[in-house]
Nanobody, 119 residues
């Protein structure tokens, strides 16, 4: 089992910055990759950024150059640095982990943290 707790969301003006954190606990040695998703009201979740256990990262085109995913292994925490925020970045941001248990991989989710960008 993996537990994920997000923090760092809030209200910010357009052009501002926020850093989201996702602290992992439990069977963290089994985590293969971690992602940030976001979901605005009335829409389906969008994948924002991914970081693998090997440190490779992928960022969605819509946030490339503005958002950066990183991790601190000592703190078991993944971050999403968000710069040059836009009103369209407003959403509930979720942390996701894909972890191996036995012969299968399982998805784990945090509770989400709200990001609101005012124009």
């Amino acid at each position: 089992q993996v537990q994920l707790v997000e923090s760092g969301g809030g209200l910010v003006q357009a052009g501002g910055s926020l850093r989201l954190s996702c602290a992992a606990s439990g069977s963290i040695f089994s985590i293969r990759r971690m992602c940030w998703f976001r979901q605005a009201p009335g829409t389906t979740p969008d994948l924002v950024a991914t970081i693998t256990s090997g440190g490779s990262t992928v960022t969605a085109t819509s946030v490339k150059g503005r958002f950066t995913i990183s991790r601190d292994n000592a703190k078991n925490t993944v971050y999403l640095q968000m710069n040059s925020l836009r009103p369209e970045d407003t959403a509930l941001y979720y942390c996701n982990a894909l972890a191996n248990r036995g012969a299968r991989d399982y998805d784990y989710w945090g509770q989400g943290t709200q990001v609101t960008v005012s124009s």
